[in-house]
């Protein structure tokens, strides 16, 4: 199901709490709906944009599909109302995830913006362009993923916010809270990849969609 951006570029007074799901989507599967919906109830949030990256810096773009590819993937998870598959990041012309933060903030200043990332993105979050800053700016929660939840836990960026971590069951107070602050939710876990979907030949065609439900997974 291909869903109508329906997130303006210029911004509005909603107010709302909303998770932002970045990532290339390239493609996207069910490990992405299922951090999304896990965010939704877990956090209280209003909704969740799947935010497909224009060109991420740290991927190469050998094997990277095209833009329009890799939106129409993450639509085919959203619904348009409570998960969202938006190119407000191409809109908004920015490259670097603070710098499009920023933009969000100032266009939606009555929304409390969460940021949502996989373990294996929490271990890499420090080769990110102003990190530190991203992380003065946004709460971030932290989904598991194989292998890498204890490197994530005991990484350069949670040492970083190691007096700001929110126990798990406090959750749902995440996007009400000053940053820094930062919560790991812990849940059931797959290895599903997009990688291996397309090592398998799948994009866009359900190859993404076989997956068992309940598996969590990073913004890849």
């Not at 989507?25 to 935010?51: C, E, K, S, Y």
């Not at 993105?121 to 194989?146: C, D, I, Q």
Request: net charge positive; glycine share 12%; aromatic share 8%.
């Amino acid at each position: 199901m291909v869903c109508r951006d329906t997130i303006p570029t210029w911004g509005d007074r909603r107010f709302a709490r909303i998770g932002l799901l970045g990532g290339s989507f390239n493609p996207a599967h069910l490990g992405h709906q299922t951090i999304a919906r896990r965010a939704l109830g877990a956090l209280g949030l209003d909704q969740v944009w799947l935010m497909v990256s224009p060109g991420n810096p740290l991927k190469p773009a050998a094997g990277m599909a095209p833009f329009a590819r890799r939106l129409a993937s993450a639509a085919t998870l959203a619904d348009g109302r409570r998960l969202i598959a938006t190119d407000i990041e191409a809109r908004l012309g920015t490259r670097y995830t603070f710098d499009t933060l920023g933009k969000l903030q100032m266009r939606f200043p009555n929304v409390h913006f969460v940021w949502l990332t996989g373990a294996d993105g929490f271990v890499t979050l420090p080769k990110w362009k102003g990190w530190k800053r991203l992380l003065h700016h946004v709460p971030v929660a932290v989904m598991p993923r194989p292998g890498q939840n204890m490197q994530a836990l005991r990484g350069a960026a949670a040492h970083y916010l190691a007096h700001y971590r929110l126990p798990s069951r406090q959750a749902r107070l995440l996007p009400d809270l000053s940053p820094p602050v930062w919560t790991f939710l812990p849940g059931r876990q797959n290895g599903i990849s997009a990688t291996s979907i397309r090592q398998r030949g799948g994009f866009g065609d359900g190859a993404g969609h076989a997956t068992v439900p309940n598996t969590l997974n990073s913004g890849e």
